[in-house]
């Protein structure tokens, strides 16, 4: 049996809400039992989603703890989600105790979850903000207290980008974000594709999109125009499960969703 712990103030329990069940399906615990049950009815009708939520996030462990490893200390995660299993300052603490990580997410319910659970503002702390408003989320205060632009920066925009469609502009909304990185800093994508399961992607757009957060699902091209400006770090941009594997299995690509890679910038 599942004991369901306090929601923070203002956070409505009788409704489900997107992040709280991907953070049941990565089998976070700051889900309550209307999320459960909504995902629940999700994988019913496509199991696919489970899988894809789950290569998305072992593929931001991956890049986080790889950028730790080269010694990237500050980290700004846009579109973040809730601060879930592994998340990024906890992946990239393991390397270096001081990492600075701001989380951005324009969702209010993720919000008010997320400051809860980074009250203590330790090098690490949750902002509400747009991804359609780079330069509100550059002025923001707290980004400006713990992130250094004059340093190399991890740009994280994973599983963000394929909810931006053509005609709201993402390639410039990323090159807006990227502009004030200092060299050394990075970009980290990972992005939906239809490339390799056509039919079974197609069904989760249509479904996402009934559930009013449609997607763009782009192919390869479309998600490396993304990293324009940036130097494609080995092994460049691959379905998520083949970055950097830790360890080495052999992949399906008609069960792959997600594209996902990590640039440099010179």
Same mark, same amino acid.
């Given at each position: 049996?599942?004991?369901? +712990? ?6 409505? !329990? ?28 999700? #994988? ?30 500050? #980290? ?20 270096? %105790? ?9 969702? %209010? !319910? ?29 002025? +923001? ?20 980008? +394929? ?19 200092? %060299? ?42 993304? #990293? ?39």
């Amino acid at each position: 049996m599942i004991h369901e +712990h306090s929601a923070p103030d203002g956070v409505d !329990v009788t409704v489900p809400n997107p992040a709280r069940v991907y953070d049941y399906a990565l089998g976070g615990k700051n889900n309550y039992a209307v999320d459960r049950e909504a995902a629940e009815k999700v #994988f019913a009708a496509a199991p696919e989603m489970r899988a894809m939520a789950r290569q998305n996030r072992w593929f931001l462990g991956r890049a986080v703890r790889f950028l730790a490893e080269s010694g990237v200390r500050q #980290f700004l995660d846009i579109g973040s989600g809730l601060p879930t299993q592994q998340n990024v300052h906890e992946v990239a603490r393991e390397t270096l %105790p001081d990492a600075r990580v701001v989380y951005v997410d324009h969702d %209010p !319910v993720v919000a008010a979850h997320g400051e809860a659970l980074l009250a203590d503002g330790r090098n690490a702390a949750f902002v509400r903000g747009d991804l359609r408003a780079p330069e509100e989320i550059l002025a +923001h205060p707290e980004v400006e207290r713990l992130i250094d632009f004059r340093e190399p920066v991890a740009l994280l925009l994973v599983a963000i980008l +394929h909810f931006i469609p053509e005609e709201e502009r993402p390639l410039e909304l990323v090159e807006r974000l990227a502009a004030p990185l200092a %060299p050394g800093s990075h970009i980290v994508v990972s992005h939906v594709t239809s490339e390799f399961s056509p039919v079974e992607v197609g069904r989760l757009v249509a479904l996402s999109a009934r559930a009013g957060a449609p997607w763009v699902a782009r192919d390869r091209a479309g998600v490396l125009a993304f #990293f324009d400006g940036f130097e494609p770090v080995e092994p460049g941009l691959v379905t998520a499960p083949e970055w950097r594997p830790t360890v080495a299995r052999e992949v399906d690509r008609e069960k792959m969703f997600v594209y996902a890679g990590v640039g440099r910038k010179p």
